[in-house]
């Protein structure tokens, strides 16, 4: 078996029976993006000023799909904010939630969605809203 591929174990009387399912696999070759998900953290200092960072929770890789018009994209219109598609494999240990964004190219995306992926804890998927710099446009 190939590393990445879904293992299906048949009951006993049905084999030759083709199965065929939606499980998207989503296998190192297609996840050919990279990525940081970050958060913003606030601290004050000794003199009590409060100052905001940007820090790294993960550097990932990623499968990114923007938005176009497939069937996919038709069924997410109340996402209709969304501009971008993201899923990668789950982080042990890491939550991500609409608090964090995603930078990727050099571009920044605010999450607008976080859903586990067929509720198995492998991949998530995560729609988030590209956010376009208002400074420097004329």
């Given at each position: 078996?190939?590393?990445g591929q879904p293992?299906?174990?048949t009951r006993s009387g049905l084999e030759g029976v083709k199965i065929e399912s939606e499980v998207s696999i989503v296998s190192f070759g297609k996840m050919n993006g990279?990525?940081?998900i970050k958060e913003i953290t606030k601290t004050k200092d000794s003199e009590g000023f409060a100052t905001t960072s940007e820090t790294v929770i993960a550097s990932i890789r990623v499968y990114r799909e923007g938005r176009h018009?497939?069937?996919r994209w038709a069924n997410l219109a109340t996402f209709s904010e969304a501009t971008d598609l993201f899923r990668f494999r789950a982080i042990p240990e890491?939550?991500?939630?609409?608090?964090h964004?995603?930078?990727c190219d050099g571009e920044r995306f605010d999450i607008t969605s976080v859903e586990n992926v067929k509720g198995r804890g492998m991949y998530t998927e995560v729609l988030a809203k590209k956010v376009v710099s208002s400074?420097?446009?004329s």
């Open positions: 078996m190939e590393y293992t299906i174990k990279f990525a940081d018009g497939s069937e890491v939550e991500v939630t609409t608090e964004f995603i930078e400074i420097g446009k």
